[in-house]
């Protein structure tokens, strides 16, 4: 019963902050079975960019419990564009954890945290159209669990998030 009331009150912060986010373009969130990051599932996002002459900042979601195992957690992102070639590719390192003192990085109510990395500040789209970012977990574990959902957020550049 307090892991669904803990879930109810997220879901209504999330949705409360986002429904007032003028800068957002977009943002989905994947729930993982059993809290589970296993290394096959690679969540993509598929998102439209009308406007080329504005730049974007990319942010990856991560939500976990207090019991997840480590500080950090390793996702590689691919971008691709419309035309279905790569943009880009790179690794990250997310500090949920404070390495020294082990405190939970992030917002959080209970036992659940939500986290937003800046992954690609000042993206520039060239060509109009359906971009598709994939996330993997990279953290040499088959079975990553205590990881609850991971996303993507899309907004207007230079432009303070709210």
């Not at 659940?112 to 109009?128: G, K, V």
Request: with cysteine; charged share 20%; glycine share 6%.
């Amino acid at each position: 019963m307090r892991k669904l009331i803990h879930l109810w009150l997220a879901l209504g912060m999330v949705l409360g902050l986002a429904a007032c986010d003028p800068n957002r373009v977009f943002e989905k969130n994947t729930d993982l079975d059993n809290n589970r990051w296993v290394v096959q599932v690679k969540p993509t996002f598929e998102f439209e960019i009308p406007d080329t002459t504005q730049r974007y900042d990319i942010y990856i979601n991560i939500r976990n419990t207090l019991s997840y195992g480590y500080y950090n957690l390793y996702v590689k992102h691919t971008l691709t564009g419309p035309d279905n070639k790569r943009i880009s590719q790179l690794l990250h390192q997310m500090l949920l954890m404070d390495p020294q003192t082990g405190e939970p990085r992030g917002s959080g109510t209970g036992d659940i945290f939500d986290h937003q990395f800046l992954a690609l500040p000042n993206q520039h789209f060239r060509h109009p159209g359906t971009y598709k970012i994939v996330l993997e977990q990279y953290m040499r574990q088959d079975q990553l669990p205590d990881i609850m959902s991971v996303g993507i957020r899309v907004a207007k550049a230079g432009e303070p998030k709210k």
